[in-house]
């Protein structure tokens, strides 16, 4: 089943897109925290509704972690803790997972966050349109097993299911407001933050007040938390620079320098890789891609560090991979797989019978950086290639899907093997456009869906190795995810999204 594409998954220009864990004896109390003064927090995105149709995480993923607890957390490293759920295990098969919820939560309308309410919201996600519905793709049973104990039944391994339950299919809403007529606007939760519908101004900024009686004291909640929209980078910046915000998401490189000047710390993690996808490794309609030296001499074409340093002003690490950082198969070595050598790319095409060149078809699209299509252009001609962009319109993702374009440039999000995998690599993942399988390849990944931890990890990296010698992809850069705080906000930033969960941003020491 083909995956749908969804904030968290893609970080893609157009979107700007494990098995066991245990208890924590610190994970629930009576009250949360002391509170302190007031968060303000900058938003490059708005809810279009806080109901299961518009979950969302990626930009907006602040806003449901607020006022939604999720069943797990993640940790700055990506790590799964205890949310909701103290403690979880898979049976032998890995298709049947146990949750053991904390005692005594309840939502703020006084309804009780229990094994039935965990059933009914995961059931309820399942039924509903939501954009991320793919999460529960796997899901085929849940039960409530005794009040503190419920179980997901999965239809074959899914070894993405605990980083889903930490998202929009873990949020945990009260069934009883489901049937509200303000239900899009006025959540109810069992999280850190109640929304205060009477001052928010939906679509401009959004007001949450401490929840006095949240069950987990394990970080401190401030007094009061706003959440203010800004339309553009420009925008935010005179917001920075006037000190109006305390954190925020920024992605003006070039204006960085003025926001630390203004007294903010900048906050880096890594998620997303840039680079080529050359799809059609078959030669469906592009034969010279068939040829793996094709393929290694467009890496080999392409100055990583020059572009990086041109386009992304060095906010960002050169790499040949497109397993990122925070990956059980990302090997440090493979980031200088492929230096910069045009002679060699020559050489290499010359060997593949092309030493009088080859013409490549790729899109383009008003939202892409133009500088930087017509460097690839321009570095791939100094070999040889010939490019032609044809723009597409609003049609990018959708032609690139169709497998209408042999290769293109794009981003996509690297924060776990799986993640990695359905997005490029599985023959029905959303960017293997031309459902590219050998055995080599489909051996590792059924090793990495049903095997164990260990021998994931090994298929990962083992996976990883193959593609980068094969040149499945000529990667750019991994980029740097910058997130600016003032200095009394403690950031711990995430390794799979592109701002930290609201769980993450603490008053400082």
């Known amino acids: 089943m083909r995956r749908s594409m969804t904030a968290f998954g893609v970080a893609g220009v157009l979107l700007l897109a494990t098995a066991c864990g245990g208890g924590s004896d610190d994970a629930a109390g009576s009250s949360g925290g002391g509170g302190t003064a007031s968060l303000v927090l900058a938003q490059s995105g708005i809810p279009i509704s806080f109901d299961v149709q518009g979950y969302a995480s990626g930009q907006q993923t602040q806003y449901f972690t607020a006022v939604?607890?999720?069943?797990?957390?993640?940790?700055?490293a990506g790590e799964i803790v205890p949310g909701v759920a103290s403690e979880w295990s898979y049976d032998d098969t890995r298709t049947v997972l146990t949750l053991t919820l904390n005692e005594g939560i309840t939502f703020t309308d006084g309804v009780a966050l229990d094994a039935d309410?965990?059933?009914a919201n995961i059931e309820h996600f399942?039924?509903?349109?939501?954009?991320?519905l793919s999460n529960a793709v796997f899901v085929s049973a849940v039960t409530a097993v005794d009040p503190t104990h419920v179980q997901i039944t999965l239809?074959?391994?899914d070894p993405m299911m605990l980083n889903w339950l930490t998202q929009p299919l873990g949020y945990m809403s009260s069934p009883d407001s489901w049937d509200n007529p303000d239900v899009a606007t006025n959540p109810v939760g069992s999280g850190p933050y109640i929304l205060d519908t009477k001052s928010t101004v939906v679509g401009s900024t959004y007001e949450f007040d401490k929840n006095p009686d949240y069950w987990d004291n394990s970080f401190e909640l401030y007094d009061s938390l706003s959440m203010n929209y800004y339309a553009d980078q420009s925008a935010l910046l005179n917001a920075l620079q006037g000190g109006q915000v305390d954190a925020a998401s920024f992605s003006n490189f070039s204006s960085l320098a003025?926001?630390?000047s203004a007294g903010y710390d900048v906050n880096t993690a890594?998620?997303?890789?840039?680079?080529?996808m050359l799809l059609d490794r078959?030669?469906?309609?592009?034969?010279?891609?068939?040829?793996?030296?094709?393929?290694?001499?467009?890496?080999?074409?392409?100055d990583k560090e020059g572009i990086l340093s041109a386009i992304l002003l060095d906010h960002g690490t050169a790499t040949s991979q497109i397993f990122g950082p925070a990956t059980d198969g990302y090997v440090e070595d493979l980031d200088d797989a492929y230096v910069y050598d045009p002679d060699k790319a020559r050489d290499l095409l010359a060997a593949a019978g092309y030493s009088d060149g080859i013409k490549l078809s790729m899109p383009s699209a008003a939202a892409l950086d133009s500088s930087l299509l017509t460097q690839i252009q321009q570095q791939l001609a100094d070999v040889g290639i010939t490019v032609t962009y044809t723009d597409v319109g609003t049609n990018l993702i959708s032609d690139i899907m169709g497998a209408k374009y042999p290769a293109t440039w794009f981003r996509l999000a690297s924060a776990s093997d799986w993640q990695t995998a359905t997005f490029a690599i599985t023959p029905d993942a959303l960017f293997n456009s031309f459902a590219t399988t050998v055995p080599e390849v489909t051996e590792l990944l059924t090793t990495m869906q049903t095997g164990s931890e260990d021998e994931a990890a090994t298929a990962a990296e083992d996976l990883n190795r193959y593609i980068v010698e094969e040149a499945w992809f000529a990667p750019f850069y991994f980029v740097d995810n910058i997130y600016v705080s003032k200095p009394t906000v403690d950031v711990t930033m995430a390794a799979d999204m592109v701002v930290p969960y609201i769980y993450l941003i603490q008053p400082a020491a």
């Not at 939604?68 to 700055?76: P, V």
């Not at 890594?270 to 080529?276: A, V």
């Not at 078959?282 to 392409?302: F, K, S, W």
């Open 68 to 76: 939604f607890d999720t069943l797990l957390r993640q940790d700055g």
């Open 117 to 119: 309410a965990v059933v």
């Open 126 to 132: 399942r039924s509903s349109s939501t954009p991320d």
């Open 155 to 157: 239809s074959q391994p």
């Open 258 to 260: 003025q926001v630390e």
């Open 270 to 276: 890594q998620l997303d890789w840039e680079g080529l």
């Open 282 to 302: 078959d030669g469906a309609i592009a034969p010279e891609l068939a040829d793996v030296r094709v393929r290694q001499a467009i890496n080999y074409a392409i």
